[in-house]
């Protein structure tokens, strides 16, 4: 993809190559139309679809092996299952139970589960360059057209979880659970009363009641930035040294000298920065699913 | 704001929440309910397995001293058995013994008495033939028959004869 544009616009502009392997594609020539409702555009795009083939991964394979694994005669667990069920029991045992406690485990669990296991996925997903294997076979085999169906799915990023609307879909998905979980535990209002603690002069409340509602809308903010922050700044950083390859080789007007860039620099680089990047793809998911543990917890338990 | 890294697209966040939603719902159905219960029940059968385990031990423990104690009693119970038949065995040795020598003494005895009844029953015998004998020596040498008063005299003189000649 990144030869196919340089041959269009002749002079490679880096830039423009990596924000359009990181960001969604245009929604103004969407994969699949659909009609506008209430003034919202529905059409997907990329990343809507990116969402949708997450999901039906995870579905096929976590309810695949789970239902495989219950029906057995003999509950014993072995290969994929195993793995599935470690991390299962880590999140339970050492994410929810500690945060949320014993009465609503099994409420939330679920949730901060599918949060795990769908953000860790989309995350991982954008560390496999499927498109860009994709755009080599349509640059030498395929010849498709622009507005093909294959030409369409090579415009935009693969990582959903690097865009800000998906991230903060995620986050008010945790504000309201933070809601629904003090709701549930100390009723609508008693919720609301747990804001602040009881029992301070008036005019505390004054400055109070303003900060924790400021801290209530913070934490989804916190939780939408940090989430695609990372997962653009990796990519970024891994489009950027290999751009190194066609930079030079413009700048020498000699593909030796991008090759030799490449071999040198290049591509070790974007070795050791994509290593870094399976860590962080993991550690960015461990972290939304733990503060959207503690977060409920801090609802269901109150601490002042 | 052109840049599409921080282009506001509602779509994509309602598309986002539903996909989620739905994710969650399907998911909690299929996979986490009964993989959370399955994992309550794995938890519970170790647990359970674990007591069994330990029950089982002890009770084999106390059937272990049971069964110490029970061989130990059925030893000294032999034991006891032993020496008692040994007892008894000696006691009836005696008593045989003592049967025995008593039969042993009462048949001496008898074969003693019958000895003296036939002797004398002999000497009887003995007396009562010479008396014949003595008789028709002397019937023989008178050549004629006495009275019987002369007979009677005669007999008791000769056996006074014996009687002294005898002792």
Redo the contacts between chains.
């Keep these: 993809m990144i030869a196919e544009q340089e041959g269009q616009a002749g002079a490679f502009d880096a830039g423009e190559v990596i924000?359009g392997h990181?960001?969604?594609s245009?929604?103004d020539h969407p994969i699949i139309h659909l009609p506008t409702l209430l003034g919202?555009?529905?059409?997907?795009?990329k990343?809507?679809l990116m969402?949708?083939m997450v999901?039906a991964f995870?579905?096929i394979v976590?309810?695949w092996s789970?239902?495989k694994?219950?029906k057995q005669e003999r509950?014993i667990p072995t290969g994929f299952m195993n793995a599935l069920?470690a991390v299962?029991?880590f999140i339970?045992d050492s994410i929810v139970l500690p945060s949320v406690g014993r009465k609503f485990l099994?409420v939330w669990?679920?949730?901060v589960?599918?949060f795990f296991?769908?953000i860790l996925t989309a995350n991982a997903v954008g560390l496999v360059p499927i498109f860009e294997v994709l755009g080599l076979f349509n640059h030498f085999v395929l010849h498709a057209e622009h507005d093909s169906m294959i030409g369409l799915l090579l415009h935009g990023g693969t990582t959903?979880t690097s865009?800000?609307?998906?991230t903060?879909?995620?986050a008010?998905?945790t504000f309201v659970s933070i809601i629904a979980a003090g709701t549930q535990a100390h009723g609508f209002i008693g919720h609301w009363k747990n804001l602040a603690p009881p029992g301070l002069a008036w005019p505390v409340y004054i400055i109070l009641i303003p900060i924790e509602i400021m801290g209530m809308l913070v934490k989804p903010f916190a939780l939408t930035m940090r989430l695609a922050a990372n997962m653009?700044g990796g990519h970024i950083a891994i489009l950027s040294i290999l751009s190194f390859v066609f930079i030079f080789s413009d700048l020498f007007h000699s593909a030796l000298a991008g090759v030799g860039v490449g071999v040198v620099v290049a591509v070790p680089l974007a070795v050791a920065i994509s290593a870094l990047e399976i860590i962080v793809v993991m550690v960015q998911a461990y972290v939304f699913t733990l503060l959207t543990a503690v977060f409920i917890g801090m609802a269901i338990n109150v601490h002042h | 704001m052109d840049?599409?890294?921080?282009?506001?697209?509602?779509?994509?966040?309602?598309?986002?929440?539903l996909?989620?939603?739905?994710?969650?719902g399907?998911?909690?159905k299929?996979?986490?309910?009964?993989?959370?219960a399955?994992?309550d029940s794995?938890h519970e059968l170790i647990k359970n397995s674990l007591d069994d385990a330990d029950k089982a031990k002890q009770e084999l423990e106390r059937l272990q001293q049971d069964s110490k104690a029970i061989i130990s009693e059925a030893r000294v119970e032999a034991q006891s058995i032993v020496a008692k038949s040994r007892s008894e065995a000696e006691k009836l040795k005696g008593e045989l013994r003592q049967k025995a020598k008593e039969e042993a003494d009462s048949i001496v005895r008898n074969a003693e008495k019958q000895i003296q009844v036939e002797t004398e029953k002999a000497i009887a015998e003995i007396r009562s033939e010479v008396v014949d004998l003595s008789l028709l020596v002397a019937s023989r040498l008178v050549k004629k028959n006495l009275s019987r008063e002369d007979n009677q005299s005669l007999i008791e003189e000769s056996l006074e004869q014996i009687e002294s000649h005898r002792a």
């Design positions: 924000i990181v960001s969604n245009s929604i919202i555009n529905f059409s997907v795009t990343h809507v969402l949708w999901a995870l579905f976590i309810t789970t239902q694994y219950l509950p069920e299962v029991q339970r099994n669990t679920p949730l589960l599918t296991f769908f959903v865009n800000f609307n998906v903060a879909a995620l008010t998905i653009t | 840049n599409p890294l921080i282009q506001v697209d509602p779509g994509l966040f309602i598309w986002t929440i996909t989620f939603l739905v994710l969650l399907l998911l909690g299929f996979a986490w309910k009964p993989l959370l399955a994992l794995r």
